[in-house]
């Protein structure tokens, strides 16, 4: 149950104003949702100044990291290069990269090609060729704040078919961007990515999905994007959470590398996409904190 203060309390978000001339009506606004039965987000879930202010810092260090990579990946390059760069460009930057040892993850980030969903191992012996996509997935810490974003790259010209599945892919996110309301629900949002993945033959992974993100690697909410409209957390002015669609050409089944544990493919092993994007739910829609 989310908890009202006195009002002449000290509000809880760290203004050191009164509570009843900060966030009393914020809070009823809340609350009032909740008697309809929906699901609100507790306190811990709505970001202080300081918490948008270091996870933005955060953010600087993940998009030069994928910047670099953007401006060296090329055809006959290993993912344990890319790996690399992460390392380098992370650490002269002063940050951590996230998913090293992340639930023993081996690796600095994630690089996932053509029927690879998400969750790639770097390696020496897998060589980018010619007509490959790929994504790389890369995620910071800095000073105890996360930021989280990936990206898809094309090696050389990739076929018109793949093409298309990248480009609809980056619009999927941007559908959900659009439909980062407050005061509405979650699931309005991931019903929004997921239809137009439909509309254009494609199908969206139903088992992973985004999350809430900042003073962790991964909060709550679960964000789906294959969700129904009124479903999910209420989205409040202060929430961070990512955007993350995976649209497969075939299929929506996956499956998990047996050997690796981690690595998830297409079950028809036909190509996926993914964007990814962390956002900040403001009282006008949404501030795209990292990309
Ligand atoms: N970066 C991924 C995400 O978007 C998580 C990767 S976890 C790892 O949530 F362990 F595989 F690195
Ligand atoms: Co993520």
Redesign the pocket.
């Known amino acids: 149950m989310y908890k009202r203060l006195d009002r002449n309390d000290i509000c809880w978000c760290g203004s050191g104003k009164k509570y009843k001339s900060c966030h009393a009506a914020f809070d009823d606004k809340i609350i009032g949702f909740e008697h309809q039965g929906i699901l609100v987000p507790s306190r811990k879930l709505l970001k202080t100044e300081k918490d948008i202010e270091g996870i933005k810092k955060s953010a600087v260090i993940n998009m030069a990291v994928l910047d670099e990579v953007g401006d060296k990946i090329r055809a006959g390059m290993s993912t344990q290069e890319i790996d690399d760069i992460v390392n380098d460009v992370t650490s002269k930057m002063g940050g951590i990269p ?3 040892g ?4 081996p ?1 600095s ?2 690089t996932s090609i053509n029927e690879e969903v ?2 790639g191992i770097p390696s020496e012996d897998i060589i980018l060729k010619e007509g490959d996509i790929i994504n790389v ?3 910071t810490i800095l000073d105890g704040y996360f930021s ?1 974003s ?1 990206r898809m790259f094309c090696i050389g010209e990739v076929s018109p078919e793949k093409k298309r599945l990248v480009d609809v892919t980056r619009e999927c996110m941007e559908a959900g961007i659009k439909a980062v309301i407050p005061w509405t629900q979650i699931g309005d949002m991931g019903h929004a990515v997921h239809q137009h993945a439909l509309d254009n033959g494609y199908t969206v992974v139903k088992e992973i999905g ?2 809430g ?1 900042g003073n962790e ?2 909060e709550e909410p679960y964000v789906s994007h294959v969700s129904k409209p009124g479903t999910g957390m209420l989205m409040v002015p202060g929430m961070v959470f ?1 955007i ?1 669609p995976m649209v497969n050409m075939g299929t929506d089944e996956i499956f998990i590398d047996e050997e690796n544990d ?1 690595t998830v493919y297409t079950a028809d092993l036909k190509p996926s996409a993914q964007w ?1 994007v962390e956002v900040l739910v403001t009282e006008t829609g949404c501030e795209i904190l990292c990309h």
């Open positions: 996230a998913d090293l992340y639930q023993g993850f690796k980030v994630c998400c969750h997935d890369c995620s989280d990936s985004g999350h993100c690697f991964h990512t993350e981690w990814e």
